[in-house]
Structures are given as C-alpha cells and as structure tokens.
C-alpha cells in the first residue's frame, strides 16, 4: 500500500458554485446527446417511504433512496456480495484490508467524475457525523483510508469483519458537495440513475432520469414517482393503474394475480417466522427443554406457513431460506420439528411431569392473525393460553420485562446472515423477540464467525451456532416467506432485489420498461 493520500472533497463544498446548475442541466439534456435511446414512461412506485434527504442517516429508507444513491457493493441473489459503484474488489488473506478498483467515469449528478477521495469522505463522514445504526458501527472498525490514485481506494479495519463487504452495500455514495454536507443533506448528488428530484415529504417524490449515468443505456424510463402516503389501499390504487409497482400482503397480492392485472414477485432475502421462548427469565416448566420441545411439535409447520405464504411459504429450520448462501441442506432434512407430533409431545410432558392444564401460557405477539394460529396450536395440548396481542412498541415493551413464556414473531430481509445472529447474542441489540439469550457459547461461535476471512469456514461456524439454537430450545424456526411485490402488467425488466432496495447491481428501475 502506498501512504494515504489526503481525503479529497472533505473541504471543496466552497468550490464550483455552480455546480447544482449543472447537475439540471445534465439531467434534461437531450438523451440522443449521450447516444442513448429516448426514455419513455414515469414509473409510479410504492413500497416504503422516505424518512430523511439526507441517505447517510436514513433510519429504513432503503426501498427508494437507492434510485438516486449508489454504493460500492450489492447484494446478490444468493445474499453473496457483487461489485456496483466498485468495478472489483479484494481483500487481504487476515480480512484487516480491502482495496476498492472503482468504475472510471462515474458522475455525481452534479457533473463531476466521482473519485476514489470522494469515496473516502463518505466513509469519513459516516464515521464521524453520523449516529446510530448498522453502518456506523462497521465505519468505527475503518483505522485507514487511503486513496494513491482516483479509482483506488484501500480500508484498513481493527479486526476482521466478515460482515463489511455487505454492509457496504447501504453505504451510498454522495458528492461532498452535496447541500447540507456538513450538517444535514437536503440534497443529494449521488450517481444513481435517477436524480433526488422534488421531494414532498409523505406525499411523494419525483425523480427524473439522470443522462449522464454510468451504465450505458440505462435507465429507459423518464422518470420514477414514489408515493409516500401512508394508510392508502395499495392494490385498489394498482388496480385502478395510479401507480404499477406496490408491496403487497399475501391476499391483495394474489387478488391482483387472480384478476390478471399484475405479476407477483419477492425479494430475494426473506421473511423468517419463528415461536420463542423466554430465555432470559424463564417460569417453570417453560425453562424445561422438555416442555419446550413438546411445544415446538404441536405447531403445524407447513399449515403455518401456507397461512403466511401461500405457496411461497417454505418450511424449514433455518435462519435463511433455500437458495441463501449460508443455507445448510443437511440440517433442513434433520428437522425434528418438520411434522407435528401430538403423540411425542404428550409423551415428553409426561416424562417432564408436567399437567398442561394446570399451566397458563402467557404468550406475547404483535396484533398479526398469525400468532392466533400458533396459539390454537399449543391450545391442542391441554395448555391454557394468555395470548396478549400489541402493536409494535407495546409489543417490544411488554417482551422486554422478560414476564412472558412464548411468542410468534417475525423478521425481516438484512444485509448480512449476521444482523440475524447478532440478535442472539448476550449483549446484541434488541434480543426481545428472541426472548433474551444468554449463552456465552453461542456469543463465542457467533463472534468467531464475524472475524473468520474464510466463506467456507465462515459458514460452518455459523451452522454450529444454528445447532446450538436448535439444541437449547431457546426459539424454533418455522419458516420463511418472501415479501411481495405486485407489478402491473405491462411493466417489464424490473426484479426486485435481495432487500428493499429498488435499485441494485443486476436488476432494478435502471432496466424498467413501461408499455405505451
């Protein structure tokens, strides 16, 4: 590694007063000037909302601010990571160092060729400007940025963390010359396809194409117009053809299917639907593997899933689905649980000496019709049944007095395998839903996992990690379902990626049609 250079762009906010002008310019010159076919269409697009303009301190912004934002990796269909705004990357053989080679000529919307010392600032400016969240705690391992010529840019951590290339994947890219660069951004200047246009916040926004994009050809269409209204009936709205793209739950989704005016997809990382139990302050004779495991076995796994997924629930024990990288086929045909079993239950409740109904259960969920399904469940083995249902934040209040024994809950697409297992761990974050595990055998394997450089080697830790899980019957896997994503007819070349992303490296906006 050559020395490091000096950070470019952390002090030039002053330079090129101009510079805003150019980026409008850029965006509505004549396409045929950049020898590209005309664009037609404005693709209207509802999933989630925009809580902030300024990307680096989104807290869930993730469905759209990629179509204006780019980043360095991107997270493949199989949760692997893929080059983006990087044209390739390395890392050393100790997993301390990686050297970025970065796309030459890429512009920010502003005009300016995007180099390897405006990358830096981003990590720079996260690193120190930024509170709270995932990326900020993998910016705090960065000790050295260097940058020995534009298009390269070398990372030096602590200490190996295997989760950083995918983590990377929500870094976005801005100019330091961005508006608010110091303070907040109002607005960005990234590279993506589509520029932060005119922004109302919950209500929508419209960003028109960017013609100076990088990837030749792209996008086609003239502009995508997000709703951000909330408490709007999504599927009625695609019906009617106000908008083409919408997230959608199970039943709209296969409505719209059924009536021929959209197709149905997912993302590419799922939702995992788990029980739990209280592992934090177990009650008798919850704390008993016994119980716990005659508990598991009453639930209906594949009746579970085809309740929450229909025919794209899948049945299985793993923190990932099928098709993940990190999936272990071995231990999927070991599950234990696969097929209820009321007959071993019972047997095991008498070997623990345990009478279900003198035991109230006092189960905890969100107010989701799924958790009423696990309840009538368990109810099958004599138990009686508290079954206190809340909205999010209750829900997070009541699990977090550790005074419950079990629950039904879900969670969602990540990054990394190891914003799951994080969860897990003794000191992690949020542990409610997972009833508070406290094993420093797991919080071993797991940080073992984290700083191994080795993907193979990586993957077995993490499977060992699994099957101490499935061992202590501290929670059970049931399954896992996508989230979908309803596209209306005559809407062509968009796949959704592997998190909310509506813009990733091999699919996205940037490759949208629309029929005329």
């Not at 396409?31 to 590209?36: H, I, P, S």
């Not at 929508?204 to 003239?222: D, R």
């Not at 899948?314 to 649980?337: E, K």
């Not at 097929?339 to 000496?353: S, T």
């Amino acid at each position: 590694m050559t020395p490091s250079s000096p950070v470019r762009g952390l002090d030039r906010r002053h330079v090129l007063a101009g510079a805003a002008s150019l980026a409008g310019a850029l965006a509505v010159l004549p396409v045929e000037a950049f020898g590209q076919a005309a664009r037609k269409g404005v693709l209207k697009y509802a999933t989630l909302g925009l809580d902030t303009s300024d990307p680096h301190r989104h807290t869930g912004s993730i469905a759209l601010q990629q179509c204006y934002v780019e980043t360095l990796t991107s997270i493949a269909a199989d949760g692997s990571v893929e080059p983006f705004l990087a044209e390739s990357f390395e890392m050393s053989p100790d997993g301390l160092t990686y050297r970025f080679r970065l796309r030459p000529n890429v512009r920010f919307h502003n005009g300016e060729v995007m180099s390897a010392a405006d990358v830096a600032a981003n990590f720079e400016r996260v690193k120190t400007k930024v509170k709270g969240g995932w990326l900020v705690s993998a910016m705090k391992r960065v000790v050295k940025l260097e940058t020995p010529d534009a298009t390269t840019l070398a990372v030096t951590l602590q200490e190996p963390y295997s989760p950083f290339l995918n983590l990377l994947s929500e870094l976005w890219i801005l100019s330091p010359k961005s508006e608010g660069w110091e303070e907040t951004i109002k607005t960005p200047l990234g590279t993506g396809p589509f520029t932060f246009g005119t922004w109302q916040p919950k209500v929508k926004l419209l960003a028109p194409a960017f013609a100076g994009y990088w990837k030749s050809g792209a996008p086609h269409l003239e502009a995508v117009e997000f709703d951000l209204r909330d408490g709007i009936d999504k599927s009625l709205a695609l019906r009617a053809g106000d908008v083409h793209i919408i997230s959608a739950e199970r039943e709209a989704a296969e409505g719209l299917e059924k009536a021929g005016v959209a197709t149905i997809s997912g993302l590419k990382d799922s939702t995992w639907y788990f029980v739990a139990f209280n592992n934090r302050k177990p009650r008798k004779p919850f704390d008993d593997l016994r119980v716990r495991r005659a508990l598991a076995l009453a639930v209906d796994k594949a009746a579970f899933m085809n309740f929450v997924g229909g025919a794209k629930g899948i049945v299985t024990n793993q923190i990932v689905a099928p098709g993940n990288l990190y999936f272990d086929q071995a231990t999927h045909d070991a599950d234990a649980f696969r097929k209820p079993d009321l007959d071993q239950a019972r047997k095991l409740l008498a070997e623990a000496g345990v009478k279900p109904a003198e035991h109230v259960i006092e189960f905890v969920s969100w107010q989701e019709p799924y958790a009423q399904v696990v309840v009538q469940m368990v109810r099958k083995l004599g138990f009686k049944v508290n079954h206190v249902a809340l909205d999010d934040i209750g829900a997070q209040k009541r699990l977090g007095q550790y005074d419950w024994d079990m629950n039904a809950m879900a969670s969602g697409p990540r990054s990394d395998i190891f914003l799951r297992y994080v969860r897990l761990m003794s000191d992690g974050p949020n542990p409610v839903l997972w009833g508070g595990i406290q094993d420093p055998d797991l919080d071993k394997l797991i940080d073992e996992a984290v700083k191994e450089p080795d993907a193979a080697d990586r993957k077995a830790t993490y499977l060992k990690a699994s099957k101490r899980v499935i061992e202590k019957g501290y929670f059970h896997v049931l399954g896992h379902a996508p989230s979908l994503i309803a596209i209306r007819k005559g809407v062509k070349g968009y796949d959704p990626g592997f998190t909310w992303a509506c813009h990733w490296a091999s699919g996205g906006v940037a490759h949208t049609t629309i029929d005329a």
